[in-house]
């Protein structure tokens, strides 16, 4: 069964660090996302994307994070000077499309802690 | 998008049938009701959709009543593997390119032996 692969599974990194988190979705997925979870609460949408551009971002999502898909395959979001509040868990998760709710798959996600 | 509102937690045993019924009293004409699991670290995994009646997998079933106003989770002959958070979530229809998931805190079950 197709998944959703992300790397690094866990990310240390010192705060004011640029970050990269990798992501390849399935392969005939067109609707890529990331979310983001901090210990013990809810998952956070942060942007979502189609047809290599964004098409929804959330307020978390501002001009410190960037998504891109530089080939066919790997999706990632870049964190360019991070900060102690960055420290969660990342998810991605891609979907095929269609009218209506559509079913997303999410990866194992990244840890990132900054310190 | 509708919201959503679940038990916080569940406590079952083993072999046990576990209902997990979710409300959504703004839910629109085209929103469908996805459930969601999450084990610890782990990303969400799908479990199943539907939008009325009934709909079975290989895992659970989904009941929907007549109005939509919830929705309920069956999860039968629980093991110890099912400890986990299930998340409801409702939408529909897109405009454009917009897809996102908003998720609630779900539901924690614990299955005890």
């Known amino acids: 069964e197709p998944e959703v692969t992300q790397t690094p599974s866990h990310q240390v990194t010192q705060m004011g660090q640029e970050v990269i988190l990798r992501c390849v979705p399935i392969?005939?997925?067109?609707?890529f996302y990331w979310y983001r979870q901090i210990l013990g609460q809810k998952v956070e949408f942060l942007v979502s994307?189609?047809?290599?551009?964004?098409?929804?971002k959330s307020e978390i999502f501002d001009d410190q994070f960037s998504v891109e898909r530089p080939d066919g395959s790997n999706f990632t979001l870049k964190i360019r000077s991070t900060k102690l509040e960055d420290s969660a868990m990342y998810f991605c998760a891609s979907g095929p499309g269609g009218d209506f709710q559509e079913t997303q798959y999410f990866g194992p996600g990244t840890r990132l802690l900054v310190l | 998008l509708a919201k959503t509102t679940q038990p916080i937690s569940m406590d079952s045993y083993e072999g046990q049938e576990v209902n997990i019924t979710c409300s959504h009293n703004n839910i629109a004409t085209n929103d469908y009701i996805t459930w969601y699991q999450q084990f610890p670290s782990q990303g969400p995994r799908f479990i199943i959709q539907?939008?009325?009646?009934?709909v079975t997998n290989e895992v659970a079933s989904l009941f929907i009543p007549a109005d939509r106003k919830s929705s309920t989770l069956s999860l039968p002959r629980v093991s110890l593997s099912d400890t986990a958070v299930y998340y409801c979530l409702v939408g529909g229809r897109r405009a454009g390119n917009n897809r996102k998931l908003i998720w609630g805190l779900g539901t924690s079950l614990a299955v005890n032996p």
């Open positions: 392969s005939n997925h067109l609707y």
């Open positions: 994307f189609y047809n290599n551009e964004i098409s929804e």
């Open positions: 539907g939008y009325k009646t009934k």
